[in-house]
């Protein structure tokens, strides 16, 4: 399972992130005595990454094992971070990458422009939430174009691809009191890119999943709409408690089972 933060699972322990929790439902079902294995299932989750970035750790560290199902949880890194982008990568490239980038590469090289490497603490006097850039649905195409890149380099070894549409705090309709809160206070250095993401999730589901032929892809986000408003699924805008990782573990069980029926 290739992700950032959300896969990591940075919340919660190890037991109850949901690539342990999906290895355990996969191991206990009808599958294993139908392939006549059982399964292993290896969180390749790193903070900060895009899919570009799960691409790469693909490429470098897992196409040669041949796994039978790869996994994209994708969403919360690139509809964040496209909006930060340079413009010309994301629109002629479909690159993205977090906006700390820019000031890292200009440590590097030495450059000339005044750097602020903490720039993000609201007690810095150069303090500046961080804005958008970019057109909406530029931001969502390149999301779409890198992730069918990952799904052909992997079906190409005839493994299996899911593609997971993140959920966020966002996507229920209706909040606990602490989920709440959380979306009340948190990083306001990135409160702006935050308050873009609803759009971006309804124009991605809208126009890319709404699709033909992108069955591929698990809608997470419109599968936490309905959640019960008494248990705190997310523990900040984006990262899941146990309940949430629960709730990402059945929707990926379950799109494994139909996988393997059909």
Known sequence: VFGGSTVFSILVKDEDTFCYKLQKKLNNSILVKKLNKK???????????????????YLLFAENTSPDIVISHFG?????TGQCSDASLLNNYNITYNDICEVWAKKIHNSNHEIDPDLNNEKNANFKPVTSKNNPSSIVKSCYERLTQFKSIVERKNAKFIGGFQSWIYSKEKLSQNEKDKLKNYYKYYQKIYSNIPT???????????KNNNDFILDLHSSFKNLDSNISHFGDVV???EPGDEKIADEYFNKILNLYEN
């Open 39 to 57: 399964f292993k299932v290896i969180n390749m989750g790193q903070p900060g990454n895009v899919i570009l970035n799960q691409l790469l750790n």
């Open 76 to 80: 919360a890194g690139d509809l964040h």
């Open 200 to 210: 971006l999730c309804e124009l991605f589901k809208n126009e890319i999943i709404s």
């Open 239 to 241: 990262h899941t408690l």
